[in-house]
């Protein structure tokens, strides 16, 4: 079934009540919503990276730096902000399973963090939406590479 798509290059009357009349509900649907998909996202990244770790952790342990260890650890440094630059030696990033296991309860505390708290209102009023929970990678501190 083929769809016609007609493109309209002027605004009717009718477009601009609309857009008064719904256009700041709309743009604030709009950032609520992206700030959920930028959430979902850097979940979604972190707990990528919690897999990675899980794959080092073995050849970090054994001390076996093969193509599964490098394309895993090369993966990993996609995901994760580092402040090793470009030139990494992918034998020496990790010294033991130690360094391995302190960023994964890191990235995991921050999957852990508790969502904000909807606050009690006055009587007659409706309470606000509780916001979403906003997980970020940019939030890693400084010691996350402490090791290097």
């Not at 743009?27 to 959430?39: A, F, G, H, T, V």
């Not at 599964?68 to 995901?79: D, G």
């Not at 580092?82 to 960023?103: A, E, F, H, N, W």
Request: charged letters at 20%; one cysteine or more; hydrophobic letters at 40%.
């Amino acid at each position: 079934m083929a769809t016609d798509l007609v493109t309209y290059y002027g605004q009717t009357p009718i477009i601009d009540q609309l857009v008064d009349n719904y256009g700041a509900h709309l743009e604030k649907l709009n950032r609520r919503s992206q700030s959920q998909i930028d959430s979902n996202c850097d979940i979604y990244e972190m707990e990528k990276a919690i897999q990675l770790l899980d794959i080092l952790r073995p050849c970090v342990a054994e001390r076996k730096f093969n193509d599964v260890y490098v394309n895993a650890l090369n993966q990993y440094l996609k995901i994760v902000p580092t402040p090793l630059g470009m030139q990494i030696d992918p034998y020496r990033i990790y010294r033991t399973v130690v360094d391995v296991d302190y960023q994964r309860e890191l990235l995991n505390s921050l999957l852990a963090a508790p969502a904000p708290q909807v606050t009690a209102v006055a009587v007659g009023h409706a309470p606000e939406a509780a916001e979403p929970k906003v997980v970020s990678l940019k939030t890693i501190s400084k010691n996350f590479w402490r090791h290097l």
